[in-house]
């Protein structure tokens, strides 16, 4: 994106329904999308990323599900009658916590490795024995991810409601390319796929922290090339760096790293903080994980999450940032938390800036006093720096260590008060 200054802020959210999450387009019902995009509306939001379930949209590798295509219309429909644009994230994937795959992305020649995320399926309950086919270098694979674009991008290329095309959903948690160049490589061909059918909406690559904490297979500086806007997912509650599980300042820091890297402004499409339900004081907790792994789980009280919020948002406008994706929109109803994700991943019940009976949190009021400033994109107030040595670019001496470079970064930005 060019001659972004003065441009409106983007204010969108993450949206999986309430009352189905990821099974909604195994049981698509449109009265439901109408009533939550009127929500979201309701807001001030203007824009929504959706995830495009892989099993559900590709049952086969040489099949693209025509109910599907038809039902993904239908939201984009909606969208345009609700004024809302809308972002499409292919090959999900990785979401809240496990992998999804159809089944015949599973390398059944291959045993599952102890220490593999857990990957589910709508289908087949309990965890896959076997791991996925590498996404990004098996032919058969390649191509049945081309054949999705196409046929996707040829439905909605005219579609008014249609903002942005995404290449996944941090993809490296998903399958890890085996280097930096494979996953430039991968980017930039199925970014050419897409602009084979539609040479005029923005690609994207939903990148997060790991992209700055080591090289992963998607360096910011490598995607920024291919791409047309560069993005950037964060939690302060997730990272060691940050400096409390609420630091207002981490978000906007690696906004402004990854712009650094990236040679340009990102686009802030993951940050948030999850409640409880019912509500109560903020607290840490000890959850099981799949496969008897331990975590230690931040919950916010919603008057916490609300302060978070209210002070996240205008630190990103500060920062130069092109806008903020909220995750995400809702809850999830009780009858959901038995199933993937919630019955391991606790916290991903409660995101929500709706709670699982529908009310509004306080941190929706805090969105929707923010948008009602018609915010503009900015120039940076405190860029972050990248020196290197003289025979090195900036973004190769940052990859050569890239935690110690973060963590150094992060002490010279200080805070933003």
Known sequence: MTNVLGQPFLLGVNYWPRRKAM?????????EVREEFAMIRDLGLTHVRIFLLWESFQPAPDRVSVGALRDLRTVCDVAAETSLQVQVVFFTGHMSGPNWAPAWLLDRGRPARPGDRQLVSLTVPGREPHPIHDMYTTPFVV?????????VCSELRD???????????????FCQPADAETGRTWVRARTAAIKSIDPVRPVLVGLHTADLEGDVGFRLDDIAAET?????????IYSALARAPLDPDFVPFTAALAAALAGR???????????????????????????????????????????????????LLRVGSL????????????RLWARPPCDYQVH?????????DGSQKPTADVLRAF????????LPERPVELLGPELLAPADAYYRDPLRQMAERYERFGRLE
């Open 23 to 31: 099974s909604w387009w195994a049981d698509f019902d449109p009265g």
């Open 159 to 173: 579609h008014p409601a249609v903002w942005a095309w995404s290449l996944g959903n941090e993809p490296d948690l």
């Open 228 to 236: 047309d806007i560069s993005v950037m997912h964060g939690y302060s």
């Open 348 to 356: 991903e019940r409660f995101f929500g800036l709706l709670r699982p």
């Open 323 to 334: 806008g903020a994706f909220v995750w995400c929109f809702s809850d999830y109803e009780p």
């Open 143 to 151: 191509q049945a991810e081309d054949l999705l674009l196409r046929a």
């Open 371 to 378: 948008a009602r400033t018609a915010p503009l994109v900015q």
């Open 265 to 315: 402004p990102v686009l802030y499409e993951e940050f948030g903080v999850n409640t409880q339900w019912p509500d109560g004081p903020s607290h840490w907790r000890d959850l099981q994980l799949w496969g008897g792994r331990a975590r230690r789980a931040f919950f916010a009280s919603e008057e916490d999450a609300a302060a978070y919020m209210a002070a996240v948002l205008p630190r």
